[in-house]
């Protein structure tokens, strides 16, 4: 399928850039596009703490900026004692690249849970939504 491994390692590195000295929680994330690329995120917060960006939105962002928009698989790391779960408004952002994109969520134990995006965001808000709305302007 893919290098789970190379994507969780690139995770893991992240993750030590984590800026967390609020909830102390570090969270890494790396993309995989369609072209073998990674781009990795970390969170980043911030003292006014809704402007807190997480993990996995800063390792999209990332390749979107860099021109991959392909998104194939995101794997993101935490320490708990159970693999993590994207919140919902990373399942958004994520599913507007690739609304069947792999999840891969793991601890440090090694711990994985592997999902498809679309089981973590069921009948998802898409591009396609904005299509019909222009062509009924029209
Ligand atoms: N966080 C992530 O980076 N990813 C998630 O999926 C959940 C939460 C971050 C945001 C915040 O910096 C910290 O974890 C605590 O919520």
């Given at each position: 399928?893919?290098?789970v491994k190379?994507?969780?390692?690139?995770?893991?590195?992240?993750r030590t850039y984590a800026y967390a000295p609020?909830?102390?929680f570090a969270v890494g994330a790396a993309v995989l596009t369609s072209s073998g690329e990674i781009f990795s995120g970390c969170n980043v917060e911030n003292a006014s703490y809704g402007l807190t960006v997480c993990?996995?939105?800063v390792a999209a962002f990332a390749a979107v900026a860099?021109?991959?928009r392909e998104l194939v698989a995101i794997a993101l790391v935490a320490d708990l004692p159970y693999p993590p779960l994207p919140c919902g408004a990373c399942r958004q952002v994520l599913s507007e690249f690739n609304p069947t994109m792999w999840?891969?969520?793991a601890n440090l134990?090694?711990?994985q849970r592997c999902f498809r995006l679309d089981e973590l965001l069921p009948e998802a808000?898409?591009?396609d939504f904005q299509r019909v709305q222009k062509n009924k302007q029209a």
């Open positions: 399928m893919f290098d190379r994507l969780l390692e690139a995770a893991l590195k992240a609020y909830s102390q993990a996995e939105r860099s021109g991959s999840v891969v969520c134990e090694g711990q808000f898409g591009p």
